[in-house]
């Protein structure tokens, strides 16, 4: 039982560069999300999904790009990357139909470090 | 939207000391209450939980009761272990496809 899989679990950019973290899970949850976390700082919502088709926008969502053209699949784009945007990255689902009013479940995470 | 306050850290206890962590929230309604841990390295895990006032989640000898009238939801252990070392996060859920997690706490166990 595979749960919510990212990758890559570590990247290193150089500023300005695009990258994608993929975020999949086998649970047929409807709900996806993407958190940072970052020292002191807990963690924030950048994008969310409370289905195929639908995106929102979470707290800090400057930066990142989401689409969910799957149940499956979640991925989040960075376009141009910035020092500010090092930070350990973590996709969770659930799977209430129409938000977490359930238990999220997390993904290892992927420590992304911006020079 | 909802709000929440975590206790400051880090937290460093010896082994068999009991354990409290504070947890207050500010939300709409009543929304079902979630504690989440972290190990090193990991991404986070449900603990516990509790759906309605008055309820006690449980788990692994942790507990928390939902406290309406004081909004709190606080994670007490009567004896802590050395596995216990991890950070902490209080979460209350909500209608709004928002789960708010509060900064975490991290807790050190001495042997």
């Known amino acids: 039982n595979a749960g919510v899989t990212q990758t890559p679990k570590f990247q290193v950019l150089k500023t300005g560069q695009s990258m994608t973290l993929q975020c999949a899970q086998d649970?047929?949850?409807?709900?996806m999300s993407w958190y940072r976390q970052d020292p002191g700082m807990g963690l924030r919502l950048i994008h969310y999904?409370?289905?195929?088709?639908?995106?929102d926008q979470g707290e800090v969502p400057n930066g990142y790009n989401v689409s969910r053209s799957t149940t499956e699949d979640f991925p989040l784009r960075l376009l141009s990357a910035a020092p500010s945007q090092t930070s350990v990255y973590f996709c969770?689902?659930?799977?209430?139909?129409?938000?977490?009013?359930?238990?999220?479940?997390f993904g290892e995470g992927s420590r992304l470090t911006v020079l | 939207g909802n709000s929440v306050t975590q206790m400051e850290g880090p937290v460093t206890l010896s082994e068999e000391a009991f354990l409290t962590i504070n947890c207050t929230y500010t939300?709409?309604?009543?929304?079902?209450l979630f504690w989440y841990v972290q190990y090193p390295g990991e991404g986070l895990q449900l603990l516990l939980k509790?759906?309605?006032?008055?309820d006690k989640g449980s788990n692994k000898g942790f507990e928390a009761t939902y406290r309406k009238e004081t909004t709190s939801f606080h994670l007490e252990k009567g004896s802590v272990q050395v596995s216990d070392s991890a950070v902490y996060f209080c979460?209350?859920?909500?209608?709004?496809?928002?789960?708010?997690f509060g900064s975490g706490t991290r807790l050190s166990i001495r042997p």
């Open positions: 969770a689902s659930s799977y209430r139909n129409r938000g977490p009013t359930g238990e999220l479940f």
């Open positions: 649970m047929n949850h409807e709900y």
């Open positions: 999904s409370v289905g195929a088709g639908i995106t």
């Open positions: 939300a709409t309604g009543y929304p079902s």
């Open positions: 509790a759906t309605k006032a008055d």
């Open positions: 979460a209350p859920g909500g209608s709004a496809s928002k789960i708010i």
